[in-house]
Each structure stands twice: as C-alpha cells, then as structure tokens.
C-alpha cells in the first residue's frame, strides 16, 4: 500500500513557475513508476507526465513538452514536477500516481493504481 500527498499548487501568473511535490507518506515508491496527470471539470484526467521505476526514462504529453519536468528521489520518497512558463490552459487539479507501469503503459491512467487527493493548479493574470 502506497499513500500520497501531493503539494505546490497555487496560483501563477501566465510565464510562472511552479514546483509540484508529491510524498510517499505510507509505503514507499522505489519500484513504481510514477506520473503526473491533471483534471479540468467536466473533462477526463490526461496524462502529464511520467518516470520510471528504474533507470529514469521519461515521457511527457507534447503541450508540457520542454516546459515540465518530472523527477524523483527514493531517499526522499518524493516525485516532483517542475512546471516553467506556465500557460491558462495549465489550470487544473493536478495528482501524482503509482503503479507497476512498462514502457508502454506508462502514459496511460489505468495502469497507476494508487493516486494522491489531487492540487489545484490556476494560472491566471
């Protein structure tokens, strides 16, 4: 059992910064991959992005592409997610996940089975 806690969501100007944390408070994440996904109202969770579980490769949706960054640290039992030249279209309730994903399902929702309560995200002038 893998609990998370996501934190760092608040609100940016459009060109901000901001840093998501996502903690392992029960369990730990070595052996995860892990993710970011984000959620508007009204609209189904979409992919972020993801990390993982051993030697560090990446992906990322292509509207983050070269503005996120996903990492980790298993000492810490934290995921992150940098996010640089935030954009409106960047508002929504962020969560990070866990699961046993493979390269191939690492983009998608159904293959993380733990999920953090979610922080919102707004980015607004």
């Known amino acids: 059992q893998v609990k998370l806690e996501e934190s760092g969501g608040g609100l940016v100007q459009p060109g901000g910064t901001l840093r998501l944390s996502c903690l392992a408070s029960?369990?730990?994440?070595?052996?995860?991959?892990l993710g970011w996904f984000r959620q508007d109202p009204g609209k189904e969770r979409e992919f972020v992005a993801a990390?993982?579980?051993?030697?560090?490769?990446?992906r990322y949706a292509d509207s983050v592409k070269g503005r996120f960054t996903i990492s980790r640290d298993n000492y810490k039992n934290t995921v992150y997610l940098q996010m640089n030249n935030l954009e409106p279209e960047d508002t929504a309730v962020y969560y990070c996940?866990?699961?046993?994903?493979?390269?191939?399902?690492?983009?998608?929702?159904?293959?993380?089975?733990?999920w953090g309560q979610g922080t919102q995200v707004t980015v607004s002038s």
């Open positions: 996940a866990a699961g046993r994903t493979i390269t191939s399902s690492m983009t998608s929702k159904n293959a993380y089975y733990y």
């Open positions: 029960e369990g730990t994440i070595s052996g995860y991959g």
């Open positions: 990390i993982k579980s051993v030697g560090g490769s990446t």
